[in-house]
Structure formats: structure tokens, C-alpha cells
């Protein structure tokens, strides 16, 4: 019988600082990482550079079919770049107009489900830290460890803005967090995959709580 790989998934809203916790989490326990907003990200992206009318779903989906997403990391401790039809994308993918055209082509079904195998494939041992939406309730069900974070639509503002700050990308907080709750409506209200915890996930409310402590928290439900 072939050993079973742990998976751990974190699912949660934009902003919720998945993507944050998720890579120190892999980093500490020596997991691989699947940062599955990117690849949504990817899509949409690769589906404007075409021209494409992202609510053209036979369109986009053949782009998703056939587009060449990698994730390279550059191997000094740097930032993961996500390499499409190969143009590094990763500064691109950041913005909140691709943030935003993710959430938009991902709500057509037959793009979620042809991305499905791409994600499968990042199941690799020792194990598997997957970020996302419906990381727990869809792609791996039957993982071990599922986290869902959650923090006030606010305190994800503050946090985004900060961010986007700190690349030099200037932003209001009032747009972001209209942009932020326009994007959770849309990711819980879709038909398919909507954002909303495992049944089986542990909520963890991180508003005031510092990286670190998530991080620790995170880690100790692994080995509870
Ligand atoms: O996590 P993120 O902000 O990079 O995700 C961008 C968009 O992609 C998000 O608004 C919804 C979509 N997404 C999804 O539908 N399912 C996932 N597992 C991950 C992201």
C-alpha cells in the first residue's frame, strides 16, 4: 500500500493572510506548497493577454485547458515566480485587477474542473500545504488537517493595503475594501466551489493576531 501524504489546507477569503501562513507553515514543516489562487490568477491572466471576454466561458475554458503555468522558486529564499506560457507573470498576478479577474473566471465550472488534476499533482510526499477557496471542501476532501482563517473584511483591507504599500503600488483603503467585499460576495455566492469551511475545518478569527501567532496556532493543531 503506497504511504498516505498529508495534506494540510488552509481556505479563507482574500486578505484572511492565507497565502502568508500557508508558505511559512510548508517552510516550517519541509511540505511542498500549492498556491491555487494563482493559479486562477493565471487564467485570467493568460485570458486577457488573448484578448479574451472573461465572461466567454467555452473561451476561457480552452485557455485554462491549454495554458503553461510553473512555479519556479528562485532558490534564494525569494519570492515563488509564477511563470505563464512562459512570461514571468508574478509581479502582474498581484494586482487587484488580476485578483479580481481570478474571481471572476473562477466561478465558471469548467475552468475550476480544469485546473482539478494540476492541483492533484502538487500532492507530493512528505506533504502538502494547499492554500485556497476549496481546498478542504473540494480538491482534497480527504485531507488530514483543514483550516479555514477568517478576519474582519477591515482588518483584511488594512492588512492588503499594507502590503501593496510596501511593493510601491498606491491604493486607497476605501477601494480595497470595497474591492475585498465585492470579491467574497461573488467567491461564497457562486454555484460551484463556493467559499465556505469544511465541515471538518478548524476557524481561526486572526483580526489583531500577529503572523507568528497564526503561524504557532496553525502548527499546534497539526500535532494535536
Ligand atoms: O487567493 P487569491 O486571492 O490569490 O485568489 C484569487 C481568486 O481566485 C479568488 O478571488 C477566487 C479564486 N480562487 C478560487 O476560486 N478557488 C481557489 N481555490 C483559489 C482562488
Redesign the pocket.
Known amino acids: 500500500m503506497q504511504p498516505v501524504i498529508p495534506i494540510l489546507t488552509i481556505?479563507g477569503p482574500?486578505g484572511s493572510g492565507?497565502?502568508t501562513i500557508a508558505r511559512a507553515v510548508a517552510d516550517r514543516l519541509g511540505w511542498h506548497l500549492l498556491?491555487?489562487?494563482?493559479?486562477?490568477?493565471a487564467v485570467g491572466y493568460a485570458a486577457g493577454m488573448a484578448g479574451l471576454d472573461l465572461s466567454d466561458a467555452e473561451a476561457v475554458t480552452r485557455c485554462a485547458q491549454s495554458v503553461k503555468i510553473r512555479f519556479r522558486d528562485p532558490g534564494d529564499g525569494g519570492e515563488t515566480r509564477v511563470i505563464v506560457n512562459g512570461h514571468d507573470a508574478t509581479d502582474e498576478l498581484r494586482t487587484e485587477t488580476a485578483?479580481a479577474a481570478?474571481?471572476a473566471i473562477?466561478a465558471i465550472p469548467s475552468v475550476?474542473q480544469a485546473l482539478v488534476d494540476l492541483q492533484l499533482s502538487f500532492r507530493k510526499p512528505p506533504g502538502l500545504v494547499a492554500?485556497?477557496?476549496?481546498?478542504g471542501t473540494v480538491?482534497f476532501p480527504e485531507a488530514r488537517y483543514k483550516v479555514f482563517l477568517t478576519a474582519s473584511a477591515a482588518e483584511r483591507a488594512k492588512r492588503r493595503h499594507k502590503q501593496l504599500k510596501d511593493k510601491g503600488l498606491d491604493v486607497t483603503l476605501a477601494s480595497l475594501l470595497h474591492e475585498i467585499e465585492a470579491?467574497d460576495a461573488?467567491?461564497a455566492s457562486r454555484a460551484v466551489?463556493p467559499?465556505k469551511p469544511a465541515a471538518d475545518a478548524v476557524t481561526v478569527e486572526t483580526t489583531g493576531m500577529p503572523i507568528e501567532e497564526v503561524v504557532a496556532k496553525v502548527l499546534s493543531l497539526l500535532r494535536a
Do not use: H, V
Open positions: 481556505d482574500s492565507k497565502g498556491d491555487s489562487g494563482a493559479l486562477y490568477r485578483g481570478a474571481s473562477a475550476r492554500d485556497g477557496r476549496d481546498m480538491i470579491r461573488r467567491d466551489a467559499l
